[in-house]
């Protein structure tokens, strides 16, 4: 998938956050996510510049690694997620705990921002 995404950004850098995009247009949902936001430069730019927020979800590097594990990653790809922590966040939310620990820190924004 990331060789894919590379593709079609050499063919179009706004090639993803313009198919996104045309996506949200067409949707009837009050909330759309996109829950893979990499790149600083060109798909984050244009996602806020269309009003979306940004919230990166994060775990303690122990942690992640533990996962990646126990669900069978053999290795991960990095490339894609270089420049992950230029883009600009709203609001950050650590995964490190418990699914309980996680609903209830998503319950607290969604008050704040509903």
């Not at 806020?48 to 990646?68: D, I, K, T």
């Amino acid at each position: 998938m990331e060789n894919i995404a590379a593709q079609l950004r050499r063919l179009n850098d706004r090639a993803l956050a313009d198919d996104f995009l045309r996506r949200v247009d067409n949707s009837t949902a009050d909330v759309v996510i996109n829950d893979d936001l990499r790149d600083p430069d060109v798909d984050a730019a244009a996602l806020r510049a269309n009003g979306f927020r940004v919230l990166r979800v994060q775990a303690p590097e122990a942690v992640r690694l533990r996962r990646l594990e126990a669900r069978g990653n053999v290795s991960t790809s990095d490339e894609s997620s270089q420049g992950i922590h230029r883009i600009p966040v709203d609001v950050t939310i650590t995964n490190g705990g418990t699914v309980d620990d996680l609903r209830s820190q998503i319950r607290d924004l969604l008050e704040v921002l509903l």
